[in-house]
């Protein structure tokens, strides 16, 4: 082949680097729809936090009741997001963390709704934070046998429900057919296994009034799942026969929930739950004990990881999103109750059989 011949295809692949390179620093600048989510710090419940002023304090701090030493880690894992509606992430960033497992590219909607700016999801992740701690300390103490003095009350009952015009905001639920009511999943759960037929609540009007009322629940199909509901929402408040403070600033959500409640049952009891092991987990937990799914699971197995756990606690329901993305030297047991995971954390620091322990499996 000629020199002549060369010169025009030597110049046409200059020109084409070229405008690459031209597109990529276009990329670079352009909005994304996207943000990704990366693993975040690691805090163990049985260690300490920097205060709002920068000073070291315990995480968990109990005060009216006798608390013991332990030893080990219940390490809660969290999820950083790079990204906001204010300032996306450039396509550069979003293919870099598509490369790396530890990292997840997701829809910027799926985050930060249409709408809601980052202060009010911010605000709103606080709150959830603060109720998870109220929540993980009602489990932990009804997990103990203390009376943790729990009020159900009606927020709201809504238009045109089964429960419109016979309750009203600020009544308090003592009963439900005959079941003391301690919290609000308590309540559903009786609703839901009346399967339709009346339920006969007890409620506390004004203070001190007690009455009876009848409501038949609707049944309502909108999710996929067969429910039924009389048509309220509530809030639950409670009066702790001792002082549990939790300290943790910026950090949102209710996932820390069950790592919490783990904490404070390892605080309050001889020995140690975790039988020196530094284990790591997540989760949601209401007062009963239940423990529910989070996000960004894979993003927190791998700083649980990071930070130097053998073994993570996970929830069940978050399993199909576990199987497969278990960074090596990790372990992961999963759990649905505070009772599931104390009895897992009995095998761990006994250096049981943990073969035996459910795990996050395929099929």
């Known amino acids: 082949m000629s ?53 070291q304090v315990p995480l968990i701090a109990i005060d009216g009741a006798e608390t013991y030493k332990t030893s080990g880690s219940l390490n809660l894992t969290t999820v950083q997001v790079v990204g906001n509606r204010e300032r996306t992430p450039s396509w550069f960033e979003l293919a870099m963390a ?11 909607d799926a985050v930060f ?8 999801r911010d605000e709103n992740n606080a709150m959830l934070m603060v109720n998870s701690q109220h929540e993980a300390t009602a489990a932990a103490l009804e997990q103990l046998d203390y009376d943790t003095g729990a009020k159900v009350t009606v927020h709201a009952a809504l238009e045109d429900t089964p429960a419109d015009g016979l309750l009203e905001q600020d009544d308090v639920i003592v009963s439900a057919d ?3 009511v301690t919290s609000a999943a308590a309540l559903r759960a009786i609703i839901q296994d009346s399967e339709g037929d009346p339920v006969e609540l007890a409620v506390l009007r004004d203070g001190d009034e007690q009455d009876t009322v009848e409501i038949t629940p609707e049944l309502d199909t909108s999710t996929g799942v067969d429910t039924w509901l009389i048509g309220i929402t509530l809030t639950t408040d409670y009066d702790f026969p001792i002082d549990v403070a939790i ?3 910026n950090v949102g959500g209710p996932s820390a929930g069950m790592m919490f409640a783990l904490g404070i049952v390892d605080e309050l009891t001889p020995g140690a739950l975790t039988g020196g092991h530094d284990i790591a987990g997540t989760g949601t937990i209401d007062a009963t004990g239940e423990v529910g799914p989070i996000g ?28 497969g993305h278990v960074p090596d030297g990790l372990q992961v047991i999963s759990t649905g109750t505070l009772q599931e995971s104390l009895d897992a954390l009995d095998v761990i620091a006994e250096d049981g059989d943990i073969e035996s322990l459910p795990s996050c499996a395929a099929g």
């Open 247 to 249: 300290q943790l600033d």
């Open 3 to 55: 020199r002549a011949s060369r010169t025009p295809r030597i110049g046409l692949g200059v020109w084409a680097l070229i405008i690459a390179l031209i597109s990529l620093v276009v990329l670079t600048f352009l909005p994304t729809p996207y943000v990704f989510q990366r693993p975040g710090p690691v805090y163990d419940t049985l260690g300490s936090a920097a205060s709002s002023d920068g000073e």
């Open 113 to 120: 709704p249409e709408g809601v700016t980052t202060e009010e």
């Open 98 to 108: 598509w490369m790396d497992s530890s990292r997840a590219v997701v829809p910027i």
């Open 178 to 180: 005959g079941e003391k």
């Open 296 to 323: 960004g699971i894979r993003q927190k197995l791998y700083g649980a990881r990071d930070a130097g756990a053998t073994f993570f606690l996970a929830p069940e329901s978050n399993c199909d999103e576990v199987v």
